[in-house]
Nanobody
Framework: QLQLVESGGGLVQPGGSLTLSCVAP????????IGWFRQAPGQEREGVSC????????NWRASVKDRFTISRDNAKNTVFLHMNSLKPEDTGVYSC????????????????WGKGTLVTVSS
């Protein structure tokens, strides 16, 4: 089964930047749409953004669309989430999910998930 692996999380001060990566070892991600999600303690998981297999971006969160950028590099078989101007409310476990080809709504169930990487924004 496809298992996604996230990396790049950590502790960062407000205003800082992080880049998260999503990979699926042994498989090509270029046939999948990849969405980034996050979940803070006591809150429901929410979609951040999604990029289709063809590179079309869907922004799910108005609060981050001007600060976060999703991209993919097929040569590296990796999907990224570039996060700038981070705020404490961005803190949470960030997970990537995969679905065939296209991005739908953030509530549409992904076929495969990673376990997540923790992003903590704090001074």
């Amino acid at each position: 089964q496809l298992q996604l692996v996230e990396s790049g999380g950590g502790l960062v001060q407000p205003g800082g930047s992080l880049t998260l990566s999503c990979v699926a070892p042994g498989l090509s991600l270029d046939t999948y749409a990849i969405g980034w999600f996050r979940q803070a303690p006591g809150q429901e998981r929410e979609g951040v953004s999604c990029i289709s297999a063809s590179g079309i971006i869907t922004n799910w969160r108005a609060s981050v669309k001007d600060r976060f950028t999703i991209s993919r590099d097929n040569a590296k078989n990796t999907v990224f989430l570039h996060m700038n101007s981070l705020k404490p409310e961005d803190t949470g476990v960030y997970s990537c999910g995969a679905i065939s080809a296209l991005c739908y709504s953030e509530s549409y169930g992904m076929e495969y998930w990673g376990k997540g990487t923790l992003v903590t924004v704090s001074s």
